[in-house]
């Protein structure tokens, strides 16, 4: 698994998609992310959404996250895409983009 080179998450570009019902943003691993076109990058929820995203485009940066069509890569185990409810909050590379921006609320940055 090879980790994404020369990009900084500050410099993260976010693309406005239709996104289909109740996904509201994704990371990619061009280092993109997506944000649902019904949701404005300013808002309460398109900031969250974005910092959350940011978290797994740094995970894949650093080498620990990757994914194709049938499965996701975490630190050197395979996970089927088919058996998986993705953006659980128990799968282990959500858990961390979670918990970021749970710290991030707690600590006055973002509030819900």
Do not use: C
Not at 15 to 40: H, M, P, Q, W, Y
Not at 44 to 65: P, S, Y
């Amino acid at each position: 698994m090879k980790g994404m080179s020369g990009l900084n998450s500050s410099d993260t570009p976010i693309l406005k998609r239709d996104l289909g019902k109740n996904v509201i943003a994704e990371a990619n691993n061009d280092g993109t992310i997506f944000l649902d076109k019904n949701v404005s990058k300013k808002s309460k929820l398109g900031k969250e959404a974005i910092a959350h995203e940011k978290t797994h485009i740094n995970q894949m940066k650093r080498g620990d996250l990757d994914y194709d069509d049938g499965f996701v890569y975490w630190k050197n185990k395979k996970y089927s895409r088919k058996k998986m409810k993705e953006g659980a909050e128990n799968l282990p590379w959500e858990d961390e983009a979670y918990s970021s921006t749970r710290k991030k609320r707690r600590n006055g940055k973002r509030k819900r």
